[in-house]
């Protein structure tokens, strides 16, 4: 069955620097999607993606955050100038279509660790 | 804006038992999902079970079971035969199409040998 596939699996990142996360959606999928769990907390809405443009953002995905889809399969996440309280598991997803028939699909998730 | 609630942090039975797992929500909106994911120690987050809020018949899958009551904005879920593999978070999850999905809190369930 194929498989939403994030990269790296922990990410490991000094305060102030950026990091990438990366997806590879599955391949017929056309919407995609970034979630955040802190520790212990629940999972937070992000950001969604749609036809090479954000169509819904949370309150969380400030400047700090930026999202693209660089070469048509994979999809990333950017997070510029990292402070401690990004530290979380990031998944993404993906889904085929708009209607809930068409269920988003987890990737295992990003663990970033801010120092 | 639509919240969802699991009151239930914790629980724990044995196996074979029956286990629910409780969920209320909030919205306004008349057409949306509803979804149970399980999260294992693992990290991922699988879906159990999804609903439409327009459709009466209560989902199955195997012996993954819901309760919705949408006059109620309840939608609880039902494990039976539970097994070790059952162990995880899960969480409860509501969504209007394609957009974003809104979780619970999530209930840890133990099941115990």
């Known amino acids: 069955e194929p498989e939403v596939t994030q990269t790296p699996s922990h990410q490991v990142t000094q305060m102030g620097q950026e990091v990438i996360l990366r997806c590879v959606p599955i391949s017929n999928h056309l919407y995609f999607y970034w979630y955040r769990q802190i520790l212990g907390q629940k999972v937070e809405f992000l950001v969604s993606f749609y036809n090479n443009e954000i169509s819904e953002k949370s309150e969380i995905f400030d400047d700090q955050f930026s999202v693209e889809r660089p070469d048509g399969s994979n999809f990333t996440l950017k997070i510029r100038s990292t402070k401690l309280e990004d530290s979380a598991m990031y998944f993404c997803?993906?889904?085929?279509?708009?209607?809930?028939?068409?269920?988003?699909?987890f990737g295992d998730g990003t663990r970033l660790s801010i120092l | 804006a639509q919240t969802v609630t699991q009151s239930q942090p914790e629980m724990s039975v044995q196996e074979a038992e029956t286990v629910t797992l409780s969920c209320t929500y909030d919205?306004?909106?008349?057409?949306?999902?509803l979804f149970w994911y399980k999260q294992p120690p693992s990290r991922q987050m699988i879906l159990v079970i999804r609903q439409e809020a327009y459709k009466q018949q209560n989902a199955t899958e195997n012996r993954f079971s819901v309760n919705f009551q949408k006059a109620a904005k309840s939608f609880s879920l039902k494990i039976s035969d539970s097994q070790l593999g059952d162990t995880a978070m899960y969480f409860c999850?509501?969504?209007?199409?394609?957009?974003?999905?809104?979780f619970g809190q999530g209930t840890r369930l133990t099941i115990n040998p």
């Open positions: 997803a993906s889904s085929e279509a708009t209607t809930g028939n068409q269920p988003q699909h």
């Open positions: 999850a509501f969504s209007q199409g394609a957009q974003k999905l809104v």
């Open positions: 919205t306004s909106e008349n057409n949306y999902y």
